[in-house]
């Protein structure tokens, strides 16, 4: 049974969609992540949910919108999309807003914008 | 602010050599470090953790001692494997303006060769 899952795992689309892309964890966590990782490897964190409240919103281009409909899920969406946005997405999630036990990732979606 | 800081690779070692990634950190306060690592294609899983000064953090003949005097985190093996190429991440966790936050270094890419 997987713990972080997200889907798609790969995702090409062309300029100016808009598409998502979801994420579920079945640890029981209160907090969930978005990570980007650029082609350099690279990870930045764009969001985080504490229980469905947003508590980490870094300087991240407001075509980006992430949604919690319950502490086990974390999608994002991405409007208009652009070819800057070519990356790897993770999901990520912790026990709570201060876990010193580290985190856990799903296995990444692989976004490619033509 | 808190920032994470590792060497540059790529790290090409023969079967059986010794390894040594280097990482340092900023930070205020008193944060948890991480050893991350990403095979290719996976997501990151947590390889080992400390969570204050003199901490060792072990895992699979991997080993990284906090040493707050240093501000360093340096992860070593003994005889590293072919099965050990992938990228590492170090990794510190700790509070930024309020918010506890992970911060990922730039990733070591280690490469071993039979």
């Known amino acids: 049974d997987t713990a972080v899952s997200q889907t798609p795992k790969y995702l090409v689309t062309q300029m100016g969609n808009d598409k998502s892309i979801k994420c579920e964890q079945n640890l029981g966590h209160d907090t969930m992540y978005w990570y980007k990782q650029d082609s350099k490897k690279f990870l930045k964190i764009m969001f985080s949910y504490n229980n469905k409240e947003l508590i980490i919103n870094e300087t991240v281009p407001n075509r980006f919108s992430p949604k919690s409909p319950d502490k086990a899920h974390l999608n994002l969406h991405i409007n208009s999309l652009e070819l800057g946005d070519s990356a790897v997405y993770f999901c990520?999630?912790?026990?709570?807003?201060?876990?010193?036990?580290?985190?856990?990732f799903g296995s990444g979606t692989r976004l490619t914008v033509v | 602010g808190n920032s994470v800081t590792q060497m540059e690779g790529p790290v090409t070692l023969s079967e059986e050599a010794f390894l040594t990634i280097n990482c340092t950190y900023t930070a205020t306060g008193y944060p948890s470090l991480f050893w991350y690592v990403q095979y290719p294609g996976e997501g990151l899983q947590l390889l080992l953790k400390a969570t204050k000064a003199d901490d060792k953090g072990s895992n699979k003949g991997f080993e990284a001692t906090y040493r707050k005097e240093t501000t360093s985190f340096h992860l070593e093996k003994g005889s590293v494997q072919v099965s050990d190429s992938a990228v590492y991440f170090c990794a510190l966790g700790g509070s930024t303006s309020g918010t506890y936050k992970y911060i990922f270094g730039t990733g070591t890419r280690l490469k071993v060769l039979a």
């Open positions: 990520a999630s912790s026990q709570d807003r201060r876990d010193r036990g580290g985190y856990t």
